[in-house]
């Protein structure tokens, strides 16, 4: 008799990404040519059950750019494991060839050649077409939101998200978690959540005042699929108050809470559960670690740290399923659940090329009816980039080096900071930048450039404190963004010591002098969760920058240097 | 439940906006132990018996709920570490109490370890400790 767990294994290996076409590199294939929407959709249906999971979209509706990170360090138990694996590594890791279209899906190398070659990646037209051949296949698969769904656009910010969930209700979810949602503040969530046709789910989602689970989100949802009784728990981002402003949502209280996590697997199991999912905005790293120590969970659909990751991740016998950002990817899962267990699984990281996914007419139509409206701001071209731009990276990303020179020019600082997000498409060199591109960098409620002055003491306090809540070797201690970027001013890391012991050479660039603690210095930012921060929205700030240069061009970023990676 | 002291100092909650501390207003680990000490007369402390509930980051340094458990105590004691003075509370459980637990918020003046001290009926003492992280903010992905 084959163990379940030789079994995991064996299909692990089988479940890589299908459609290799074994291009070089710097290849100039047209990605018609190359992928067929079969290709990219062919799967063997598997078991009773299926699970599709979308994550992280930040509303991008319409198909985008996006350069995975070159810099994704993991520390203590995650050293050099996935998604802490990139580029040519990460190419070797998988056995995926340089320059086919996976290799572009999933890493940043020849990012740019690539990028022309295979175009655009998403659009909710084209995921709407992977759903609906997903469902055609097994008409009673789940599709679960694992949230930053109502984030991230000029349109979504100009609804308050009513755009994204019209959009995505002709998806027709059946479970969605949060994070940036409780931005739009507790009342616009509420308002939004009980009007959803489908249920929001958070078991660590608490009443702030009674320390009580909030009466506002279920824990989780039992449905009856195949035969199998499927429970999806709902884990929420746990550090929503400290990461985002917490005054804008100050009813809830959030935090990881496995112990109340172990109940609830305990819970669904006496409810006769036969297979336990959790929908989790955790973040990879700590989805990994409560996998370890919460017992009987089958699958966790992470999310938060937007890693595409094209086979699960078995630890112990959870699997976890990483299916990227922005609509660039789906994830399809089908189980085999039979005597209350999970007995195998078959999985496809399906990579939504839009140029070779139709777009569904239905959802097409939707999302046209939420942009019209807009078109002529969208469109509005700002400037043009001779670099290309993109965010993700642990250190820096250019469009960061765009926000922090413009906060500079503009505000007439010494420091620039730029907090650590991973939401933001790329544009490649020689784009126009519209002001579409402009907001989905920049989008939120809290866009107030602040200018204050603050000690070299102070920075070095503020940047260790920063650097900590990544690079804690205990991923339960590590608050959820990268390192804030920094402008003006360089310094080397050693991402092994502790707080406090991390960062040294702060330097300030225009003088090449240190960084003296005493000393005060102009710093400019954005984004700060403090109430009542002043100053002008970052997107006028970027927008009058952009509209001064005509053209902007980044140089390498080259003022920070990381050590005991 | 006596509440001995609630110690102040506090790192602000807004992003990039940290207040310093000032260096030495904070209790020595030897305090700690001291402290320790007073609530178990010096007797042994072992591990196990004990649940301590914590959240791993605050969500506001100034408002920390915590609880704790321990089947059988008659008493709890809270020690905070890294505050100016490391005795946070004492719970004491009479012989009607339906259970030896309680919940509570406490301040914390930065990041550190929270232990709870349980005296249990025999007169033997058991303890569990969480680090407790107290950060700026800002930033989240």
């Known amino acids: 008799m084959i163990s379940r767990r030789d079994f995991l294994q064996a299909t692990v290996a089988a479940s890589a990404l299908y459609g290799a076409s074994g291009v070089g590199n710097w290849a100039r294939l047209a990605a018609q040519q190359a992928l067929t929407q079969d290709d990219l959709l062919k799967f063997d249906t598997y078991g009773n059950v299926t699970l599709i999971h979308v994550t992280d979209i930040h509303a991008q509706m319409v198909p985008i750019y996006f350069r995975e990170p070159e810099i994704n360090i993991g520390v203590g138990d995650a050293r050099g494991k996935p998604p802490h694996v990139t580029g040519e590594d990460f190419l070797r890791m998988f056995g995926i060839k340089p320059g086919t279209p996976e290799a572009y899906a999933l890493t940043y190398v020849d990012f740019v050649s690539l990028a022309k070659a295979y175009g655009r990646m998403g659009g909710l037209d084209r995921v709407a077409t992977v759903i609906k051949a997903i469902r055609a296949d097994r008409p009673d698969a789940l599709l679960l939101d694992g949230g930053d769904t109502w984030h991230g656009s000029y349109t979504c910010l100009k609804t308050n998200g009513q755009d994204m969930v019209n959009v995505m209700n002709a998806l027709k979810p059946d479970a969605m978690t949060f994070h940036w949602e409780f931005t739009l503040g507790s009342e616009r969530v509420r308002e939004i959540v009980e009007g959803l046709p489908f249920p929001a789910l958070g078991q660590n989602i608490f009443d702030k005042e009674w320390d009580e689970p909030s009466e506002d989100f279920a824990d989780y949802e039992i449905f009856e699929r195949g035969g199998a009784k499927i429970a999806v728990i709902g884990q929420a981002f746990p550090y929503m108050p400290i990461a985002n402003p917490g005054w804008m949502f100050p009813e809830y209280s959030f935090g990881i809470r496995d112990e109340r996590m172990q109940e609830m697997v305990d819970e669904v199991r006496a409810e006769g559960a036969d297979l336990v999912v959790v929908l989790s905005h955790n973040g990879f790293d700590v989805d990994r670690r409560m996998a370890s120590r919460v017992k009987g969970i089958d699958v966790i659909l992470t999310g938060h740290t937007h890693d595409a990751v094209p086979e699960p991740v078995l630890v112990g016998e959870t699997i976890l399923i990483a299916s990227g950002s922005n609509g660039k990817f789906v994830s399809r899962v089908d189980l085999d659940v039979r005597d209350g267990r999970m007995m195998g699984f078959r999985h496809k990281l399906i990579p939504v090329f839009s140029d070779v996914i139709e777009p569904d007419k239905e959802v097409a139509a939707a999302i046209e009816a939420e942009r019209a409206p807009f078109r002529a701001e969208l469109e509005e071209v700002l400037g043009e980039t001779d670099s290309l731009l993109y965010r993700r990276g642990n250190f820096n990303g250019t469009w960061d080096d765009l926000i922090c020179n413009a906060l500079i020019e503009e505000r007439e600082a010494d420091i620039a900071l730029s907090p650590g997000f991973r939401w933001g498409p790329s544009l490649l060199p020689g784009q126009k930048i519209t002001r579409e591109d402009l907001f989905n960098a920049t989008s939120m409620t809290y866009p107030n450039a602040y200018r204050s002055e603050m000690t070299g003491e102070m920075l070095k306090v503020i940047l260790e404190d920063v650097a900590d809540n990544l690079f804690n070797p205990d991923p339960y201690y590590q608050q959820g963004g990268d390192m804030v970027r920094v402008g003006g001013m360089g310094y080397t890391i050693d991402v092994a010591r502790p707080q406090g012991e991390r960062l040294s050479d702060l330097t300030l660039l225009k003088t090449g002098e240190p960084i003296a603690p005493e000393k005060t210095y102009v710093v400019a930012g954005w984004a700060s969760v403090r109430e009542g921060t002043e100053g002008p929205a970052i997107w006028d700030v970027v927008e009058n920058y952009i509209k001064r240069k005509g053209t902007v061009r980044i140089d390498p970023n080259q003022s920070v240097k990381v050590t005991g990676a | ?141």
Do not use: H, W
Not at chain 2, 70 to 98: D, L, Q, R, S, Y
């Open chain 2, 1 to 141: 439940m006596e509440l001995t002291r609630r110690n102040a100092l506090m790192i602000g909650a807004g992003a990039f906006a940290a207040t310093l501390l000032p260096a030495g207003a904070f209790a020595s680990p030897e305090d700690t132990e001291k402290a320790i000490a007073e609530f178990t007369g010096g007797a042994e402390v072992g591990e196990g018996g004990i649940d301590l509930t914590t959240p791993e980051i605050a969500e506001n340094g100034n408002t920390v709920p915590i609880s704790v458990d321990a089947p059988g105590a008659v008493a709890i004691a809270v020690f905070a570490n890294g505050n100016p003075e490391p005795k946070v509370c004492v719970f004491n459980f009479g012989p009607m109490a339906g259970s030896q637990s309680a919940s509570t918020r406490i301040r914390l003046a930065g990041t550190q370890d929270v232990v709870a001290v349980a005296k249990m009926a025999d007169g033997s003492f058991v303890k569990a400790s969480n680090t407790v992280k107290v950060t700026i903010g800002g930033c989240g992905g």
